[in-house]
């Protein structure tokens, strides 16, 4: 086998690593085609008006999990202190919003029916900024929490369907920031507090639990998020990312759960644990619950709808005497999947950015990237630099490669010889071809290994800039303003398309003309499928393919010289 054999093989397994794990995570998206082509509708088959009472009304039994775990003893009881209410009508909408984040909650069930991101500019939404919860038929996606427990008569006790009431805020309170929402039914009422800091994505949410009956309550509460399973707008058909459901327990650790686990009722993601949380992901975003306690609770995650799923947290609440009262409490994190304020939120929350298998190798790149952009203060110049560092740590691996290449080179015209004689005989040939490289002491997989093992590395490096939320919106010089979108002049594919025909003319001539062919269009190909992708991973092989060239050149006349 001579070495452009091997390079071949090698571009070809590559290829194919890159086909199967971006088939892998799309196959995991659960996205169905024909649930991707259906309207979000309720169980009964009629889309409802978004945000209507009626929706939420006729949603009702499949939308309310219904929990399965025993309630804990009960705390001393407290007292409550109940302000007067102002009333609002159904489906009335409440807009609170500090720098970063900017939510809606409609007074039906006290739910987060949008979400829109200040500080994160899309020309993909209505608006021009990210929204993740969202109102819409075809973008339903919101945060729903209520309580679930068998009540005196039958009658639901305040959950994610009934109309809550606006209370006035206390003293020191925010009106911009802050909300106070009530409702009462089934001889319990909840009081519900919404409220967020100056900046940030994180949303507190406090629930107050007073029993108003004769008798003792164990209620238990939930925290819960419905999506449907369409994929966000402006997601690339040209490389794939997870869109979905994730949780995270010290037992199970980080898990998946694609929409069509769940479409197949075959989800095998942990039930109960004392720890983490759960959520939706998608490329860049994430929106996740976090319970504030380690006390156990119940994990849930089902179909309830055609083509809208919902995963959450079912938490018992300790019996609540007559007249007595529960607080709990909760995080909810609607944002950007920034790593830094994810691993300080919830252990395991900065999962959320997804390098796959290579997860070890991509934190450490990631980490020495960031750095990086402090130095530079600039992302661009920061994958440059990263990818100099790189190919410096691995010049000796290359180093041996490119003499290899070098070597094969020499002795190229002599094996175009060997198959010209024994074109007609491939015994002889492979034969004959062994005795030369034994006599030139060349092995023929010389330039394959180095290469080798090097691709895992910079496999971890590709995920590290596609999943990097710090890429959007990211310039780098002159026309090149948002790092996490296609060159507009499409000038970097072209640039790298032209270092990769430089790449095969200092690479040995394969002998056979088949091959040769194959060689010269190799980067025409690959560069039709770079004008599709992010300027940073085309700015990553073009710097890599730029040093590589120039080691290459100096290596073999070096060795040519000798």
């Known amino acids: 086998m001579d070495t452009r054999r091997s390079i071949l093989l090698i571009v070809f397994m590559v290829s194919l690593f890159l086909l199967w794990d971006a088939w892998m995570r799309q196959s995991t998206t659960g996205q169905a085609d024909?649930?991707?082509?259906?309207?979000?509708?309720?169980?009964?088959?009629?889309?409802?008006?978004?945000?209507?009472?009626?929706?939420?009304?006729?949603e009702a039994d499949a939308t309310i999990p219904q929990p399965s775990l025993k309630p804990e003893q009960a705390l001393a009881p407290t007292d409550a202190s109940i302000t007067a209410m102002s009333t609002l009508s159904a489906g009335d909408r409440i807009v609170i919003k500090n720098r970063d984040l900017e939510l809606v909650i409609d007074s039906s069930g006290g739910r987060i029916v949008k979400a829109t991101l200040l500080s994160q500019q899309s020309d993909d939404y209505s608006g021009g900024f990210v929204r993740l919860f969202d109102d819409g038929v075809d973008s339903r996606y919101e945060a729903q929490t209520g309580l679930v427990f068998a009540t005196p008569g039958g009658v639901s006790p305040p959950n994610h369907t009934i109309l809550f009431e606006r209370l006035p805020l206390?003293?020191?309170?925010?009106?911009?920031?802050?909300?106070?929402?009530?409702?009462?039914s089934g001889g319990v009422k909840l009081l519900k507090s919404i409220s967020l800091g100056e900046s940030g994505h994180q949303v507190?949410?406090?629930?107050?639990?007073?029993?108003?009956?004769?008798?003792?309550?164990?209620?238990?509460?939930?925290?819960?998020?419905?999506?449907?399973?369409?994929?966000?707008?402006?997601?690339?058909?040209?490389?794939?990312?997870?869109?979905?459901?994730?949780?995270?327990?010290?037992?199970?650790k980080f898990q998946k759960v694609s929409f069509s686990e769940i479409e197949k009722n075959n989800q095998s993601h942990v039930k109960t644990a004392s720890d983490g949380w759960v959520g939706f992901i998608q490329h860049y975003f994430v929106s996740a619950w976090v319970l504030g306690n380690d006390r156990v609770r119940e994990f849930f995650s089902r179909k309830v709808g055609e083509g809208l799923f919902a995963v959450g947290m079912i938490q018992p609440i300790q019996t609540i005497a007559p007249g007595a009262q529960q607080t709990h409490e909760a995080v909810l994190y609607v944002g950007p999947q920034e790593q830094r304020v994810l691993e300080a939120l919830a252990p395991g929350l900065d999962l959320v950015v997804d390098y796959g298998w290579l997860t070890f190798l991509a934190k450490p790149i990631y980490w020495l990237l960031e750095q990086l952009h402090k130095l530079v203060n600039n992302w661009g110049w920061a994958i440059v630099l990263l990818t100099l560092i790189i190919k410096l740590i691995f010049y000796p691996l290359s180093a041996a490669s490119y003499r290899s290449m070098a070597k094969m080179k020499a002795v190229s015209p002599r094996l175009v010889q060997i198959r010209e004689r024994y074109i007609n005989d491939k015994a002889k040939m492979n034969q004959a071809m062994m005795e030369l490289y034994k006599n030139e002491k060349i092995n023929p997989l010389g330039g394959c290994l180095p290469i080798l093992i090097q691709i895992p590395v910079f496999i971890a490096l590709y995920w590290v800039l596609l999943a990097s939320v710090e890429m959007r919106n990211a310039p780098w010089i002159l026309w090149i303003d948002d790092l996490s979108h296609p060159d507009p002049f499409y000038i970097l594919p072209i640039v790298m398309a032209i270092t990769m025909f430089?790449?095969?003319?200092?690479?040995?001539?394969?002998?056979?003309?088949?091959?040769?062919?194959?060689?010269?269009?190799?980067?025409?190909?690959?560069?039709?499928?770079?004008?599709?992708?992010?300027?940073?991973?085309?700015?990553?092989?073009?710097?890599?393919?730029?040093?590589?060239?120039?080691?290459?050149?100096?290596?073999?006349?070096?060795?040519?010289?000798?």
């Not at 206390?170 to 009462?184: H, K, M």
């Open 34 to 58: 024909e649930a991707a082509g259906s309207s979000v509708q309720s169980p009964t088959g009629v889309p409802p008006a978004a945000g209507s009472d009626s929706a939420t009304r006729s």
């Open 204 to 252: 507190r949410v406090e629930h107050i639990i007073v029993n108003t009956g004769a008798d003792a309550i164990t209620p238990s509460i939930y925290y819960q998020l419905l999506r449907n399973d369409r994929p966000p707008p402006g997601e690339s058909s040209f490389y794939m990312t997870y869109t979905g459901p994730a949780l995270y327990t010290d037992q199970g």
């Open 502 to 562: 430089i790449q095969t003319k200092l690479n040995p001539p394969p002998p056979d003309p088949v091959q040769a062919k194959v060689m010269m269009f190799m980067p025409l190909i690959f560069s039709v499928f770079f004008f599709f992708f992010p300027a940073g991973l085309v700015l990553y092989w073009l710097v890599n393919n730029l040093v590589s060239i120039a080691q290459q050149w100096v290596i073999t006349k070096r060795f040519n010289a000798a």
């Open 170 to 184: 206390q003293g020191g309170q925010n009106p911009e920031r802050e909300l106070r929402l009530v409702a009462e």
